[in-house]
């Protein structure tokens, strides 16, 4: 019964702030609405159930790191972090906008971020270099990455993936957003990445895949990749739809940077509150 109630606080949390990130996005004009809706799942999972973090002291040493390579998806990471703790929520209202704290792309400066993403390729390869410097600091501590399928057509992503593999790093842990769509179009046609949890394995990682929608997934490949201390480390297949809970958004390549319009801002957030928690996937 206590595991039903957190999976449902957990979906509900998600749904608050997937009208949380159009809010955002819509007020700005400007922003990636289709792979923030895409994350939103994984990073509640994360930031809500997983991550050992303290909002009031980011800095704290011993916490897990968090490093978000898809960069442009700033809208979900900057919701959950107001939404912690970390800042307060008035800063949303500044999001790419002249002398604001927060851009289109996630700041040092910005409390709770622990990598400046932008160019993709890179996020995999710096979280790799945390977790190496949290083990030679002999710190008790995770290091989570998430990376996009679009993004894992860069050839840093699989440098990075054979070094992990290689310095046997059971403290990293990534995820990849597979939410099948990137700026273009679909990912299949630009460049298919293929079978990707077969790909990391041949590279030496453990690797799972879920649908990366079903917090009850989610919380369990946590779950056994925090715990995992067999000198390898994890990749989470998260399978997703760019753009999910909103219709005309998902898989629509259209929205991986548009801001919605008026009219679309109202249909997207009455699609949102009829969301069902208890059934959505």
């Not at 007020?27 to 973090?53: C, E, F, R, T």
């Not at 897990?64 to 700033?74: A, E, P």
């Not at 989610?218 to 715990?227: F, T």
Request: proline share 3%; aromatic share 8%; with cysteine.
């Amino acid at each position: 019964m206590a595991k039903q109630k957190l999976i449902l606080s957990l979906k509900q949390k998600a749904k608050e702030l997937r009208k949380e990130i159009l809010a955002i996005i819509y007020n700005a004009q400007s922003g990636h609405p289709g792979g923030s809706l895409s994350a939103i799942d994984m990073l509640v999972g994360l930031y809500y159930y997983k991550l050992k973090v303290e909002p009031k002291n980011p800095m704290w040493e011993d916490r897990d790191r968090f490093v978000l390579s898809k960069g442009h998806c700033s809208p979900a990471i900057y919701a959950v972090l107001a939404d912690k703790g970390y800042f307060p929520k008035s800063e949303l209202e500044g999001y790419r906008k002249i002398n604001s704290m927060l851009q289109g792309h996630p700041e040092l400066s910005i409390p709770g971020i622990d990598f400046a993403g932008g160019a993709l390729g890179q996020g995999i390869c710096f979280a790799l270099g945390i977790a190496l410097a949290c083990r030679l600091d002999k710190r008790k501590c995770n290091v989570y990455a998430m990376i996009g399928d679009g993004e894992a057509q860069e050839g840093a992503v699989w440098e990075a993936s054979m070094a992990a593999a290689f310095y046997k790093m059971d403290n990293l842990i990534a995820v990849l957003d597979k939410n099948q769509v990137q700026q273009t179009g679909k990912t299949k046609d630009i460049m298919d990445i293929g079978d990707a949890a077969a790909k990391w394995k041949a590279f030496g990682w453990n690797a799972v895949e879920i649908n990366g929608h079903d917090m009850e997934q989610i919380v369990k490949a946590l779950d056994r990749a925090s715990k995992m201390k067999n000198k390898k480390p994890t990749m989470i297949i998260s399978n997703t739809i760019k753009g999910k809970g909103v219709s005309f958004m998902e898989l629509n390549h259209k929205f991986h940077g548009k801001a919605p319009n008026e009219e679309e801002f109202k249909k997207a957030l009455m699609e949102i509150d009829k969301i069902n928690v208890k059934t959505f996937k």
